[in-house]
């Protein structure tokens, strides 16, 4: 602080009227030399000098004081006060601008002008211009104020360009590792990491990992969850297939219609696989009587038993059969056998009437009414049990095994009985009992083939494997399918291969779906496990006939339909080792036939049972359904309904 002896501080309080010394000289600026230097000037005097109270108050009079209390009063004269005094109009120093924002300050004599700086404003150059105000400084994005100036700045994702203009960064191009092993897709004002459809990507590792489909319940059935993808399965046995969506299940149903018509009119001899009879019949009579027997017969079946008459097994007894297609009758009497085979062939499929008869001790048998065979017999089939004459009959099978037979034979015949009559029609509860039962009835019109109904199979123990020539230690092995099939659905088993741990090397099967592209279109695959190794796109449901060969081998496996050859799906080093487990399961594995046993839904591609029509011959050789170890008895093994026509 500058203190001031009362006399002189006075000055600056008291107010005082303007002195005009000279003519105007009131009405000049006042003089610095004259009011301040010739003399002690008062405040009043101050205001004439700079005519700026702020200034004169605030600036000269503090900087006025501080010269006379550091050089003595005016009245002395001294250099330095004068000095002094004559520094102080520069209203630049000190400078009364902003530092900030002022370029220069310029001296007024009395008053100051501070240029500012760009963005800067005021009489002092201390107010900052926003020019975010004015159209956002023309950025297009952000405009960021600043002191006495501003910046353009992007959203994230954006840079900078010629300061004002903000541009997508393409961060999948600046930064190639940025996904790591996932598709790096640029987005605007931002990037995605992508990985295949059944992935999913990890921010931390920047991996893609599967999705395991199967916990998202999307299957109704059977799940099985495989590297970026899953597949559902859905128990074919059970009658239902993958729907359209690929994850539920629906109902196999018939795309072609078989004449599946019955007549309660005729007898299906094949009903019983065991080779039972279908009829059993016991006659009793108060007195001798022969044997007379007629019935129209139809089959495709080369052999089997169509009825017994007679006693017990060592008793007198005749079975007439059909072995090659032709007739054959085994007797026995008194304890001596004989075997007897004549007449035509009889296994077209046409209806004829055949009988037998007891005729003053022959036997004369006759197809259409013409006699192919006449044997001379010493007794009579009808036996004296306590007083009655007794003989029983059985149609389709032997009261006894057919090992006792005098030539054996498989008993199974897939042929059909009609207009029977037995001992001249005086028993009629066999057509009671076949009205009752639809199962005992024969197809109203059948041609050749075997017909699956689309429940069940046919089971066979065969070999495929063979000594090499010249090498009894080293084997080969060769699997040779030629089929011919009419389906009536397109879901099925055909052939397969099934080991004693329930799994299937080899299938040959029916699909209507392709497995990894999820799409709905019919094929005929051959499976090694549950994997498709090759598959031929084929209308399933045009009502034809389709010839279907497979040929498998050490190093070869191939698939032709209609005669066009399907290409492999797995490459020649995966196709190997593929047919090298197959190898390792032939031993011990079974064949089967239009279905599968129980095993494991996911197993194979395909375990629903095939429907339709189907011949089928392994290595050029025709497979007999009567020879399986099982059959079921609704699959018949040489007859075939023909298509339904009209519909």
Request: charged share 25%; aromatic share 8%.
């Amino acid at each position: 602080a500058v203190l001031l002896r009362a006399p002189e501080a006075a000055q600056f309080l008291r107010q005082r009227q303007r002195r005009a010394y000279q003519i105007f000289e009131e009405t000049r600026q006042g003089h610095l030399e004259r009011e301040c230097v010739e003399e002690h000037c008062s405040k009043e005097e101050a205001r004439e000098v700079f005519e700026n109270d702020p200034e004169t108050n605030n600036n000269f009079i503090f900087c006025f004081s501080a010269c006379i209390q550091k050089y003595g009063s005016p009245y002395t004269r001294s250099p330095d006060f004068l000095t002094c005094v004559h520094n102080l109009p520069n209203q630049c120093s000190p400078n009364p601008c902003h530092k900030d924002g002022t370029v220069k300050c310029e001296d007024l004599k009395g008053d100051f002008y501070c240029e500012c700086k760009h963005g800067w404003q005021g009489k002092k150059c201390e107010k900052d211009i926003d020019e975010c105000r004015m159209q956002n400084g023309g950025c297009n994005q952000l405009c960021l104020n600043k002191l006495g100036s501003y910046r353009c700045s992007c959203y994230s994702g954006y840079a900078l360009k010629d300061s004002k203009i903000c541009e997508d960064i393409d961060e999948c191009t600046a930064s190639a590792d940025i996904c790591g092993e996932a598709h790096c897709k640029n987005l605007i004002s931002s990037y995605e990491c992508l990985c295949d459809t059944g992935y999913k990507y990890n921010d931390v590792t920047k991996t893609c990992e599967d999705i395991d489909e199967c916990e998202e319940k999307l299957c109704e059935q059977t799940c099985v969850n495989s590297p970026g993808s899953y597949t559902c399965h859905c128990d074919g046995r059970g009658g239902v297939k993958l729907s359209q969506d690929m994850n539920t299940c629906e109902n196999i149903i018939p795309c072609v219609p078989f004449a599946v018509g019955r007549s309660i009119k005729s007898l299906h001899l094949g009903r019983m696989f065991s080779g039972t009879p279908v009829i059993r019949l016991r006659f009793k009579r108060k007195q001798l009587t022969r044997l007379v027997a007629e019935f129209d017969f139809r089959t495709f079946d080369p052999e089997g038993i169509l009825f017994f008459a007679g006693g017990h097994q060592d008793s007198t007894w005749i079975v007439l059969a059909l072995r090659k297609g032709r007739l054959e009758l085994q007797l026995k009497y008194n304890g001596i056998g004989r075997v007897t085979s004549t007449g035509p062939l009889i296994n077209h499929g046409m209806w004829q009437t055949i009988s037998v008869e007891e005729l003053e001790r022959n036997l004369i048998i006759k197809v259409n009414r013409d006699a192919v065979m006449k044997i001379a017999v010493s007794g009579d089939l009808f036996t004296l049990d306590k007083g009655v004459y007794q003989l029983n009959l059985t149609v389709g099978g032997i009261p006894f095994k057919t090992k006792d037979l005098i030539l054996p034979i498989n008993p199974r015949l897939d042929g059909c009985m009609r207009a029977w009559n037995w001992l001249n029609g005086e028993d009629t509860s066999i057509q009671e009992t076949i009205k009752m039962n639809e199962k005992m009835q024969c197809f109203a019109v059948a041609g050749r083939g075997s017909f699956y109904p689309g429940r069940g199979f046919a089971v066979f123990n065969l070999t495929y494997m063979q000594p090499s020539s010249g090498n009894e230690t080293k084997t080969n092995w060769e699997i040779e399918v030629n089929a011919v099939i009419q389906p009536a659905t397109d879901t099925g088993v055909l052939f397969a291969l099934v080991t004693e741990e329930a799994s299937v090397p080899l299938s040959l099967s029916l699909i209507d779906y392709h497995s990894t592209k999820k799409l709905k279109q019919q094929f005929i695959i051959v499976a090694l496990e549950n994997t498709v190794v090759t598959r031929l796109a084929i209308n399933l449901c045009d009502k034809k006939e389709h010839s279907v060969e497979v040929l498998l081998k050490k190093d070869h496996l191939s698939l032709r339909v209609d005669g066009v050859a399907a290409e492999s799906e797995l490459s020649i080093s995966e196709l190997e080792d593929s047919l090298s487990i197959l190898e390792s399961s032939l031993q011990s594995a079974k064949t089967y036939m239009g279905g599968l046993p129980d095993v494991p839904v996911t197993s194979t591609p395909v375990t629903a049972s095939y429907h339709g029509c189907m011949t089928l011959k392994l290595s050029n050789t025709a497979l007999d359904l009567d020879e399986a170890l099982y059959k079921h008895s609704d699959i018949t093994s040489h007859s075939c309904p023909p298509v339904q026509e009209g519909q």
